[in-house]
């Protein structure tokens, strides 16, 4: 599985990086993304990352503040969120798609981000 890490709290304004790795296989031809769950609200879709990475799509909400990359040599997604708001505040689901076979997903547990205003 997904082990996603990186959360935290942060003031209005502030950054934090998200990382998610597997410790089991690894990730080539696996379509990468973040969703996030706000308080009582549903999961949305954040960014997502192509295998090798050529193609990277973010929500209209992060763009210009957040970058999405993947490190294929080390398994690994990184989120960098930078210019955080209130509403960012979330839990962020890294997950992981095969390209050959939507039915085989990948989740990671979730972390935490919560931005103070």
């Known amino acids: 599985q997904l082990q996603a890490s990186g959360g935290g709290t942060v003031e209005a304004g502030g950054s934090l990086r998200l990382s998610c790795a597997t410790s089991?296989?690894?990730?080539?031809?696996?379509?990468m993304g973040w969703v996030r769950q706000p308080p009582g609200k549903e999961r949305e879709f954040v960014a997502g990352?192509?295998?090798?990475?050529?193609?990277?799509n973010y929500v209209d909400s992060v763009k210009g503040r957040f970058t999405l990359s993947r490190d294929n040599a080390k398994n690994s997604v990184y989120l960098q969120m930078n210019s955080l708001k209130s509403e960012d505040t979330a839990v962020y689901y890294c997950?992981?798609?095969?390209?050959?076979?939507?039915?085989?997903?990948?989740w990671g547990q979730g972390t935490l981000v919560t931005v103070s205003s």
């Open positions: 997950n992981a798609r095969s390209m050959f076979n939507p039915n085989v997903n990948k």
């Open positions: 089991e296989g690894d990730l080539s031809y696996y379509y």
């Open positions: 990352i192509s295998w090798p990475g050529r193609n990277i």
